[in-house]
Every structure is written in C-alpha cells, then in structure tokens.
C-alpha cells in the first residue's frame, strides 16, 4: 500500500468519528461535529500549502495558487446519511488535498481550489445540495428556508455573504472524486470508471384513500382497502421497470393510516423514485405508473393522488473533460471504462456553469450508505495519479 493512499483512508476512517451519534456516523448540515470536519482537514489544507477559508454557506475552501489564474475546482461533499460509512463524498475531498500535497515541490500552471461542500444528502431540512448550489449561485427563497438560514446564523456565519460563495470567475472545470456506490466496476475489474453523465430523477408522492374500517367486522368484498392498493401497485412498478433497459423505479416510504392491526388502512403514501439517463423515458416512465396506480385505484373503489417533489434532468459530464480524464486513467496504466451514474452528485449542480468530470472509484461489494463501505488502497492511488495528470492537462 502506498503511503499517500494509506494516508487518505486513513483520513477518511478519522473524519468518520466526527458524527451526532456515538458509534455511528452521522454528520448532516453544519451540525456540531462539522466543525471538526473543518479543523481536521484545514489543518491539512494548511500544511500543504493551501489559503483556507469557510463561506457563508458553510463550504470547507482550500486555494493553492499556481502561475496561472485559471482555476481547477476539485470537489465533493462533507455530511452524510445516518450510519453512513467513511468514504462516501469525504473521499472526494480528501483525496482533493492529497493531491495538491502531491504537487508540493512541483511548478504548477494552474491554481487548484478543493472544496468540502457543507451539504449534499438533503437530510437534516430535506433539501440537498446546499453547498454546492451556493457555490453554483443557485440559492434561492426555496432553499434557504428559515430554518436554513437559523442553522447558518447557529454555525456562526452570516448569510449576507452567500454571495460571495459563488464560483471564482477564474474557474475553468470541475472535477468530482467519488466511490461508485454500486458493483459495476468490481464485476468488471476496474478501479477506475469516467462518468459520462448522471441519469435524472423524478420523485413523486402517491396517495390511495380507502375507508378505515373494523378489520374483524367487516367482510372482504365491501372493503376499500388503501394498502392492498397500494400494494398491488408497488407490485407493477417492479414489474414495468424491469422490462425497460435503464429505467429504475422504487418505491421505497410508505406511510399507512391509522397504521393500526386491527383496522383497516385508510390511506396510504408511497413515494415513487424514477431514474433513466434518457429524460424522455423517465418522465414517461412516471406518467405510466401514475396512471396504473389510478387504473387500480379505480379498479378497488379506491381515491388516488399524486404530486411531482422533483424533476431533476439528467446531466452531461463535459466531453473535452471526459477524454482528458480518461487519457489521465490510460496514462497510469488501467483500461478506461465509461458509465452513467445513478445515483445524484455534486456534479449535477456545477455541470450547467462550468466544465464538468467526474471519476468514479471502485465500491468492493458495491456498499454505500452504509458502516461496511470500503475502497482499495491501490484504486486510491491509481486516482490520485490520474488526478495529477489530469490537472496538469486542463
């Protein structure tokens, strides 16, 4: 194992203690354990030559200055779902710093800015990607609800200067350092993968309305039974999804009331996940199942509904990017390997303002979100000597 690439994962296993829940890791947006977040990695910032800062919107920032103006943004998130593992969006950042240790003792044409984002799961108010939409510019009354703007204000920042998180104009591409989160590169013997782009995302509520009734009195025929519904719905999604190439659908929170044994549901919410690289086929895709949950609704007497929570387009990696990258990974020796990505990054929010690349490293077991999460030490050194090739290319 090399020493750098012990060193990151070892970093990473570090920062994983920094959590809300003893023997769990759990860090959520400018939560009390991301302060330590910040003193541990700007310590390390500092001492590889990096001018650091914290924005208004809480986003960890390191600069190292190179002959030129032109800046390289690398990239990815600090918080985490609940019992989250130790690499998922850390990694990205630290393997950021680690790089630009690398280049310590090097002349460097273009100046390098790492950015630990303060926000991207969404799980504390509900609303992802904070942090990279403040440097994107995006923030607007929808996101910075009062409760954000509270949590800001509690971290000891000042919201005025949201502004002033937005991109350096200087900016010339984004790169995103990211674990896989599923098997496709282990099945296939990779460690590396170039991310041609992120599929889009449509999330939907679903709602059947029945009639609650005594579970022991009343006879099966009359019933209006809001979760046998929804159940035979749930059902067809997995059915209608597994006969379209690309397309996922899960419905994955269901909310039953009264939720009680001894009666019958009355109503039922289920959310609905629709994902496909090809936006036509997602929204059609989520138009279909809407119309299936009404034909069986409709079917057993039951009242369906439904509203959009989301309808996110799939995103496009830079092409320009893309073969630099990939000519990065062949120049360290491993076959190069494109794929889409489903699940959402970073990178969505910054690839409509600026150039855009992402490298996906290998997941053993395709674990994350998760205690188990891992990643081997040689695929973490194969990506920080892409990553060098990489910005001495852009």
Request: glycine share 10%; net charge negative; charged share 20%.
């Amino acid at each position: 194992m090399s020493e750098r690439a012990a060193k990151v994962i070892a970093f990473c296993r570090d920062l994983a203690v920094c959590s809300e829940e003893p023997g769990r890791t759990t860090r959520t947006f400018l939560s009390p354990p991301m302060r330590d977040v910040h003193r541990m990695l700007g310590e390390w910032m500092c001492r590889a030559g990096m001018e650091v800062s914290i924005d208004a919107a809480g986003n960890l920032r390191g600069v190292r200055r190179g002959h030129s103006k032109r800046r390289l943004l690398i990239a990815s998130h600090l918080d985490t779902v609940p019992n989250a593992g130790a690499f998922d969006g850390i990694l990205g950042v630290v393997l950021g710093v680690a790089l630009v240790e690398a280049m310590a003792g090097h002349e460097s044409g273009i100046t390098v800015e790492v950015v630990g984002f303060s926000e991207e799961e969404g799980v504390r108010f509900g609303i992802p990607f904070i942090g990279s939409r403040a440097v994107a510019g995006t923030l607007d009354e929808t996101i910075l609800t009062p409760p954000v703007l509270d949590a800001i204000r509690a971290f000891g920042l000042d919201p005025g200067g949201l502004p002033d998180a937005r991109l350096s104009p200087d900016t010339v591409a984004y790169l995103e350092f990211h674990i896989e989160q599923g098997p496709v590169l282990e099945s296939l013997g990779l460690p590396l993968g170039i991310v041609d782009g992120i599929v889009g995302q449509s999330r939907l509520s679903v709602t059947f309305e029945g009639t609650a009734n005594h579970a022991g009195t009343t006879p099966m025929a009359p019933r209006k039974d809001a979760l046998a519904a929804a159940a035979e719905w749930i059902c067809h999604i997995e059915a209608f999804a597994a006969a379209k190439p690309g397309l996922v659908a899960t419905a994955g929170a269901i909310t039953v009331e009264p939720n009680a044994a001894n009666v019958i549901p009355g109503m039922v919410r289920v959310s609905l996940d629709v994902r496909h690289a090809l936006d036509e086929i997602r929204r059609g895709s989520a138009v279909d199942l809407v119309h299936a949950a009404e034909r069986i609704c409709e079917r057993r007497g039951i009242t369906p509904g439904h509203s959009q929570l989301l309808d996110q387009p799939a995103v496009i990696m830079d092409a320009v990017l893309r073969n630099k990258l990939a000519s990065s990974v062949e120049a360290v020796g491993y076959p190069v390997h494109h794929m889409m990505s489903g699940a959402g990054h970073d990178a969505m929010i910054l690839a409509p303002h600026l150039p855009a690349a992402m490298l996906f490293l290998r997941s053993p077991g395709g674990v994350s979100h998760h205690p188990d999460e891992s990643v081997i030490a040689a695929d973490v050194e194969a990506a920080i000597e892409a990553g060098l090739r990489f910005a001495n290319n852009v």
